[in-house]
Each structure stands twice: as C-alpha cells, then as structure tokens.
C-alpha cells in the first residue's frame, strides 16, 4: 500500500484539542489524515471501518468530568464497541496520547491482558504533585516491547502538559504489565536512567510507566506528546542544541508516527 493512501482516523469534539499537530505528524510521513467530530461516528454519518489507523488524541474531552477520558469511554464504548472490535480484529493501528491514552485505559483496550478487550486493568490518576505538570521529559524505550510504534527507538524527549497522568494498576496488573514486556516507555534521566522520582518522572507514575501497548503491538498509549515535538524549533533547547551543532533533523516525536505509517504500508 502505498503511503498516501493509508488513512488515518483523528477523532475530534468535545474538549479534544490536538487535532491540528497529529494531522501534521501523519503528513509529514506522508499518510492521509482525516478529522471526524465523534458526533459524526456516534451517529453513523461515518465509520471506523474506512481508516487503517485510529487516533485518541489529547485535551480535555467532556472537561475531564468523572476522571480524565471517562465520559469520552463511556460513549465510545456504548455506540462504537462493535466498530472497534472489528478494527482490532483487522489487526489495524490505534494510538491514544494523553486523554487518548485514559480513554484507552478505561475502554479496556490496555492492557487487554490474553485479547481480553474491554475489561479495564489500569488508569491513569491525578499527578502525585497535585497539580497540572507542563515541561518536557526524557523517555527510555524497551527494546524487548512488542510495541510497534516504538520500534527502533532509545531515548527521546517530548512534551508533557497534564493533571491526570499517573500509571496505576493493581500489583497482579503490575505484574502482568512487566511480565509481558507491555511497558514500551518509561520516564527516565538524560542518561537513559530509569526515573521513579519528580521531577523526572512528573506524576509518579507507578515503575515510572510513561506508555504501554497491548500485547499484540498494534495498540498503544503514551501520557507525553509525540505530536508536538515534531520539528527541533518546538524543543525549548533548539538555541542551545544549533550552536552546539546538535540540533536534530527532526523532533523525536516524528519517529513514532512514521513507525505506524511505514508498518501499514508494508
């Protein structure tokens, strides 16, 4: 398939606000993003069954009413569970960042222990410090994660900006997660050290889990914001970074969208 005509489904409305930089990150891998209201989907004008990845981008769906992605998930479930059934059952793409990754934990859809969807196993909760974080954090990939939107991948840096961004699981969930090899980011140093404390690790997340996927790879969530690191001007650092000749060609987040693009198109 060529890379143009992989479609990709950003579902927008509702307090959603990232629309714009994720349609931009799939362009500049060349893949065609569409925005679609989830009104549009609810209601049947259009369907999930006509895209190849599916997108649960970042905001404050419904206000964050009920816990970050709750209401979001509840809807989604109610109306669209069968959609999503056949979109994983077609062993397509989903990606959920930051209320799109709450919204993927509270559908069940991560961990999804055995393939066993809908039955929600972890969450993300109010950051340990209390308040809304926005700054930007390194990130260490897990080589040995199925996660297909990771691979190649070592340590990155991206944006953060959120109040309700702490992995939380029980210690059997917990379990499973590391067993697995689910984890495919975690907070960490500059040196690619593991990161249980703040600032470093932002919320407190629990084995400083920063995204995990499900266990087939194609199902991903991650609290940081790939999308809005997508040129090296948006780093805070890129003044520092050009007169050191360190300025990368391109922000870190791009990599994990192409990683989707480029695992579609064959």
Known sequence: ????????????????????ETAAAFRRCDATPELVHLNDLLHDKRSMNEF?????????????????????????????????????ADSKLIIGICNGFQTLTRLGLLPAFNGNYFAQEAALTHNDSGVFRDDWVYLK?????????????DLIRLPIRHGEGKFVATDNALTEIERKQLVALRYADEHGNIAEEFPLNPNGSLNAIAGISDETGRVFGLMPHPEAFLS????PTWTIDRESGKLPREGDGVAIFRNAVEHVSG
């Open 1 to 20: 398939m060529k890379k143009s005509d992989i479609k990709v489904l950003i579902i927008t409305g509702f307090g959603l606000n990232c629309e714009k």
């Open 52 to 88: 190849h990845i599916l997108t649960f981008i970042g905001g404050f769906s419904f206000g964050d009413h009920l816990g970050s992605g709750t209401v979001f998930a509840n809807r989604v479930k109610a109306k669209l569970r069968s959609q999503l059934e056949r979109f994983i």
């Open 141 to 153: 990939a897990n080589p040995d994660s199925p996660c297909i939107f990771t691979r190649g991948m």
């Open 232 to 235: 090296p001007y948006n780093s």
